[in-house]
Nanobody, 115 residues
Framework: QVQLVESGGGSVQAGGSLRLSCAAS????????MGWYRQAPGKQRELVAG???????HYADSMKGRFTISRDNAKNTVYLQMNSLKPEDTAVYYC?????????WGQGTQVTVSS
């Protein structure tokens, strides 16, 4: 089992920045990919960014150039730096990780961007 705890959400005005963090604990030796999804009210959950254990990071098109994902494997933590935030970025952001083919999710952290 893997547990994920997110932090860093909040409210910000358009054009502002936030940094999300997600720390993994439990069976962390088996962690593979880590990343972020988000879900806005009335919409499906969508990929924001992913960071595999090896290889390149990837982003949804609408986040490229504004969001940056990074991992600190020593701390079993993944970060999401979000710049130039827009009202349409308002959503609950969920951290995920994969271990032995199982996807684990964090509890979600609210990001609200006002115009």
């Amino acid at each position: 089992q893997v547990q994920l705890v997110e932090s860093g959400g909040g409210s910000v005005q358009a054009g502002g920045s936030l940094r999300l963090s997600c720390a993994a604990s439990g069976s962390i030796f088996s962690i593979n990919a880590m990343g972020w999804y988000r879900q806005a009210p009335g919409k499906q959950r969508e990929l924001v960014a992913g960071a595999p254990s090896e290889g390149n990071t990837h982003y949804a098109d609408s986040m490229k150039g504004r969001f940056t994902i990074s991992r600190d494997n020593a701390k079993n933590t993944v970060y999401l730096q979000m710049n130039s935030l827009k009202p349409e970025d308002t959503a609950v952001y969920y951290c995920y990780t994969q271990s032995y083919g199982v996807t684990y999710w964090g509890q979600g952290t609210q990001v609200t961007v006002s115009s």
